[in-house]
């Protein structure tokens, strides 16, 4: 079949790269795709945001399967596009419909979608410009320190730790007043902090019945030892070493199985990935936050343990089959670090032509924020590549993962060296 990607990070890079072996893949296309992912498929000038482009596109190469990678689209309704055209209603799209989405879209939503099923979370409460003076006086006494989320979409930059109470109400005034996020933070949730360690769970769901995924832990900060500011992700592991068998259990019938039941209660049609951001806190699971896609760089880590054809798993999520499905687990570890731009995630530089990328001897070389221009590989984005190396056990795999980030090099480079050593 012809298939259609939508994306252009390294998540994407993955999928491409795993959904290319299956051999139910007969063309794979990439919008826009990235400098890498013309090695697994043909990239397509097209912003997976153009609903129009993408009909015309679809229409034209005969497309049989639509997989959308990141999550703005399909906030933005992409799912939804497809059904109510006639001509495109009967193409399968792998990502939820908008009233799903927003399970990611808002944070308000999703807040009151966890506390209307039970389903463990921090406590919470959501103010607007409106309510800024009961914001602020909630805020009084509060525990510290206390977490502020932007409600809708902030490019992974919409969550605030603040320490005091004094930065926690000029933050929250700056959000409410001043529009610092935008429309995104036109809804401000006020969070528990929550103390305990951070995982991600991951389920395909073709709406009635899932397959739990690889889970795995990412690390968010730019310095060695999770130091400095938040980024997208510095590099991720799977499995998690802390995560054993009976947690794990405990996730699936406290946070997912309720959550699956939530959604077919409210009565929303959910085909898709569900990405659970968890914090075991004791022995016991907190849900944060939903995601209605994969996340980035944790599916570097995920996809490479996946034995199954993929695109059989999302041709079983479109008919509504997974419960057909036995997923099969690589018993392998695998580590994913990331590779970025010099000044990364300030202000960060493009068009550094890159080497090595050849010279690595373990590992998978995901391309994120790379172009190719005249047969020469740049860099075109803050994460530039993410390198994953799978192997007997997480320290092979942290330590060759490592060594080859190390032989590729581009002017301004930076990657952190202790990615998971935190875990052994």
Known sequence: MNILLLGSGGRESAFAWKMSQSEQCSKLFIAPGNGGTAAYGKNVNLNPNDFAAIKTFVLTEKI??????????????????????????????????????????????????????????????????????????????HSLPVVLKADGLAAGKGVLICETAADAKAELTLMLSEGKFGNAGAIVVIEEFLTGIELSVFVLTDGDNYVILPEAKDYKRIGQGDTGLNTGGMGSVSPVPFADEKFLKE??????????????????????????????????????????????????????????????????ASKKQLKDVQLKISPKSAATVVIVAGGYPGDYEKGKAMTGIDNIRKSLAFHAGTIAEGGIIKSNGGRVLAVTSLQDNMFEALQSATADAARIYFDGKYFREDIGFDLM
Request: proline residues 7%; contains cysteine; hydrophobic residues 40%.
């Open 64 to 141: 049989e399967l639509v997989v959308v990678g990141p999550e703005e689209p399909l906030v933005n309704g992409i799912h939804d596009f497809f059904l109510a055209d006639d001509k495109l209603a009967g193409i399968p799209v792998i990502g939820p419909k908008k009233e799903g989405a927003i399970l990611e879209g808002s944070k308000d939503f999703s807040k009151e979608f966890m506390a209307r099923h039970n389903i463990p979370h921090p406590g919470s409460k959501s103010f607007t410009k409106d309510t800024l003076a009961a914001g602020l006086a909630y805020l009084e006494n």
């Open 251 to 316: 996730v699936e019938n406290s946070i997912i199985i309720p959550t699956i039941n939530g959604l077919k209660k409210d009565k929303i049609d959910y085909t898709g990935f569900i990405f659970f951001g968890l914090f075991k806190v004791g022995d016991k699971p907190m849900i944060i936050e939903y995601n209605c896609r994969m996340g980035d760089p944790e599916t570097q880590s995920v996809i490479p343990r996946i034995e199954n054809d993929l695109v059989e798993l999302f041709i079983a």
